[in-house]
């Protein structure tokens, strides 16, 4: 069964930072574009990042450029999304989705993507 499990949400100041899991069960998650998607409360959902596993190359949307950054492990099967210097407007659910290609310029289009996990939430407050 094909699964994607998001991880390590929770409640932290501005400017701190929180280290989200996507850990990725019934396929392995080289040759996958995997995108990290968030939505806040009445907005849509947006696309944050994204790394292509197979070459590494990684597409970030602006608003979170030099303050977040992706990763991937393949030996546990998960991709890391670490968020430093938070900020209240990085409030909302984060989502993981993947998709058997690479990332590419429209990688932040949702309907790409046919495996999502379930969500975390992640609240920056203080």
């Known amino acids: 069964q094909v699964q994607l499990v998001e991880s390590g949400g929770g409640l932290v100041q501005p400017g701190g930072s929180l280290r989200l899991s996507c850990a990725a069960s019934?396929?392995?998650?080289?040759?996958?574009?995997i995108a990290w998607f968030r939505q806040a409360p009445g907005k849509e959902r947006e696309g944050v990042l994204c790394?292509?596993?197979?070459?590494?190359?990684?597409y970030y949307t602006d608003s979170v450029k030099g303050r977040f950054t992706i990763s991937e492990d393949n030996a546990k099967n998960t991709v890391y999304l670490q968020m430093n210097s938070l900020k209240p407007e990085d409030t909302a659910v984060y989502y993981c989705?993947?998709?058997?290609?690479?990332?590419?310029?429209?990688?932040?289009?949702?309907?790409?993507?046919?495996?999502w996990g379930q969500g975390t939430q992640v609240t920056v407050s203080s």
């Open positions: 989705a993947a998709e058997a290609a690479s990332c590419g310029n429209k990688w932040s289009l949702r309907y790409r993507y046919g495996y």
């Open positions: 790394i292509s596993t197979s070459d590494g190359d990684t």
């Open positions: 019934g396929f392995y998650l080289r040759d996958y574009a």
